[in-house]
C-alpha cells in the first residue's frame, strides 16, 4: 500500500497538525509494516499558486514547451500521479482565518484535474480518483468542528474529496488548542484517542 503524507502548516516543529499527522503515519505504518510512506512538505517546498501559467505550461504540447513551461508542467504532473498512485493519503491541515493554508490550496489546485480526477458527463460531475482512504487532521485555535466556520476549513477538505470521488475520510480533531493549557491538552488526548480507535482494528 502507498500512502502520501501531506503536512502544510508554517510551524514547523511546533505545529499540532504535523506532530499529529506524523502520530496517524506511524499509527498506520504499525498496523500496516509493509505501507510504502512518501513525504510532501508543502510548507517547506511549496508549490507555486496555480497560475495562468501553471494552465498554459500544461496546455502546451512538450515539445513546444520553453524551459520554465517544461518545469512548471512536469511538477504537475508529478503531483497529480503521486496522488493517483496512492491508496491512502494523510492530509495534515490547520485552520488559518477559517480557512485551510494556501499552500494547501495550492496542493488541490494540482491534483483537482478535469479529465484525470473527474469529469463531467450527461448526469453532472463524476469523481476518478475512488478508492483511497484519507485521514484529515484538523487543527485549530478555536473549536469549530461541527460549525459553520468550518465550512472552508474541514467542510471543504471533505467536499473536494469527495468530488473527485473519495468516499472514505475520516478526520482527527484537535480543536481549542489556543484555549489555554488545559484545553490544548484535552484536545491532543482527545486526537490521540482519535487516532488510535482508527487503527484499534488491524492491529488487534
Excluded: C
Excluded at 40 to 54: I, K, V, Y
Excluded at 126 to 151: C, D
Excluded at 173 to 186: K, N, Q
Amino acid at each position: 500500500m502507498k500512502l502520501v503524507h501531506i503536512d502544510s502548516s508554517i510551524l514547523g516543529d511546533a505545529s499540532a497538525s504535523r506532530q499529529l499527522s506524523r502520530e496517524v503515519v506511524n499509527a498506520w505504518h504499525a498496523a500496516q509494516p509493509d505501507l510504502q510512506v512518501s513525504y510532501r512538505d508543502l510548507a517547506g517546498d511549496a508549490l507555486a499558486q496555480f497560475s495562468g501559467f501553471t494552465l498554459g505550461a500544461n496546455g502546451t504540447p512538450a515539445e513546444l514547451r520553453d524551459a520554465a513551461q517544461a518545469h512548471e508542467a512536469a511538477l504537475s504532473e508529478s503531483v497529480l500521479n503521486e496522488f493517483l498512485a496512492a491508496d491512502a493519503i494523510v492530509i495534515g491541515a490547520p485552520m488559518y482565518n477559517f480557512a485551510i493554508p494556501s499552500q494547501l490550496k495550492a496542493w488541490i489546485d494540482r491534483v483537482t484535474v478535469a479529465g484525470k480526477t473527474f469529469k463531467y458527463g450527461a448526469n453532472g460531475p463524476e469523481g476518478l480518483a475512488g478508492g483511497k482512504r484519507v485521514i484529515i487532521v484538523s487543527t485549530a485555535g478555536g473549536n469549530h468542528v461541527g460549525q459553520p466556520s468550518a465550512a472552508a476549513h474541514e467542510d471543504y477538505l471533505k467536499f473536494v474529496l469527495g468530488f473527485v470521488g473519495i468516499s472514505n475520510v475520516q478526520v482527527v480533531h484537535a480543536h481549542g488548542l489556543s484555549m489555554g493549557p488545559e484545553a490544548r491538552e484535552a484536545a491532543f488526548t482527545q486526537a490521540r484517542q482519535q487516532i488510535d480507535a482508527l487503527f484499534e482494528t488491524a492491529s488487534a
